[in-house]
Nanobody
Framework: QEQLVESGGGLVQAGGSLRLSCAAS????????MGWFRQAPGKEREYVAG????????YVADSVEGRFTISRDNAKNSVFLQMNSLKVEDTAVYYC??????????????????WGQGTQVTVSS
């Protein structure tokens, strides 16, 4: 059974940092692009960041440009989201997801599926 398990969320003050992790199992992780999404109360789910299967291509949303960095370690079947200079508006449930297509490089337009369960990030003022 494929599983994507997020961890690393929590409560932080504005200006602080968190590092989210997503551990994958039951899938050939290195074949797929991976992404991070978030959903805040009353808001649409937002595509935050994506990374190609070989880390050659990345995408970050304008709302997190310069503050968040996506990375992956295929040997550990893991993808990470380093979140710096956190703002109150970053408060959301964060999800990782796997692309549906093998070896995609155009991660800005990826078609993600196989979602994780989410991890809560709360930023206080």
């Amino acid at each position: 059974q494929e599983q994507l398990v997020e961890s690393g969320g929590g409560l932080v003050q504005a200006g602080g940092s968190l590092r989210l992790s997503c551990a994958a199992s039951g899938v050939t992780f290195s074949m797929y692009a991976m992404g991070w999404f978030r959903q805040a109360p009353g808001k649409e789910r937002e595509y935050v960041a994506g990374i190609s299967w070989n880390s050659a291509t990345t995408y970050v949303a304008d709302s997190v440009e310069g503050r968040f960095t996506i990375s992956r370690d295929n040997a550990k079947n893991s993808v990470f989201l380093q979140m710096n200079s956190l703002k109150v508006e970053d408060t959301a449930v964060y999800y990782c997801a796997r692309d549906r297509v093998y070896y995609r490089l155009a991660v800005a337009g990826a078609d993600f599926g196989s979602w994780g369960q989410g991890t809560q990030v709360t930023v206080s003022s």
